[in-house]
């Protein structure tokens, strides 16, 4: 049973560059034809799906975020990774991990509050 | 980009049917999925590929898609089942291909 758990700052000053690490545990992060997903939940507000990257390398952006992310996979560390640059008020929420196949997002992390504020 | 509707809330009594839409332009023409998400907690897949059930989720969660609705269904609805629930569709002609809906309160009366 794969397992995915989320580290990284709890707290981002604005315009800085919030940073994530999802680390994969029960299982290799390059076998099998897997998506490694980020997607976030503002407080009392939905599910917002912010990119991906397959095994390959080959990733998959929000078209609202792309300007400002990029996903990025360590085989080594069995772990993927979020950076999203230039940070406001308005990027404050949970960020869960998950893993997907192509159209799925089977197994997902705990997630873990981000607080944009100075 | 793709658009998904579902209603903000829905209610039910114990042991009803709670049914939960997911609406979209000619969403039967493609693969809808289904997150439960309880308080302070991540969603958890109830059903993928608009029917299919992953293991451990109790026959009573369905799902069928067709024309412009997509719909989840809870049979014998239990306290446990109150949550909210999200529809996804993976739309890959779309520059923004991972599209959830905006979420549905399921309330156990």
């Known amino acids: 049973q794969v397992q995915l758990q989320e580290s990284g700052p709890g707290l981002v000053k604005p315009s800085q560059t919030l940073s994530l690490t999802c680390t994969v545990s029960?299982?290799?992060?390059?076998?099998?034809?897997?998506?490694w997903s980020w997607i976030r939940q503002p407080a009392g507000k939905g599910l917002e799906w912010i990119g991906r990257?397959?095994?390959?390398?080959?990733?998959n952006y929000n078209p609202s975020l792309k300007s400002r992310v990029t996903i990025s996979v360590d085989t080594s560390k069995n772990q993927f990774s979020l950076k999203l640059s230039s940070v406001t008020a308005a990027d404050t929420a949970v960020y869960y991990c998950a893993r997907a196949t192509a159209m799925v997002m089977s197994d997902w992390g705990q997630g873990t509050l981000v607080t944009v504020s100075s | 980009s793709y658009v998904l509707t579902q209603p903000p809330s829905v209610s039910v009594a114990p042991g009803k049917t709670a049914r939960i839409t997911c609406g979209g332009n000619n969403i039967g023409s493609k693969s809808v999925h289904w997150y439960q998400q309880k308080p302070g907690q991540a969603p958890v897949l109830v059903i993928y590929y608009d029917s299919d059930r992953p293991s451990g989720i109790p026959e009573r969660f369905s799902g069928s898609n067709s024309g412009n609705t997509a719909t989840l269904t809870i049979s014998r609805v239990e306290a446990g089942d109150e949550a909210d629930y999200y529809c996804?569709?993976?739309?890959?002609?779309?520059?923004?291909?991972?599209?959830f809906g905006g979420g549905t309160k399921l309330t156990v009366l």
């Open positions: 996804q569709v993976w739309d890959s002609s779309s520059d923004h291909p991972c599209v």
């Open positions: 990257i397959y095994t390959s390398g080959s990733t």
């Open positions: 029960g299982g290799s992060i390059s076998s099998g034809s897997y998506y």
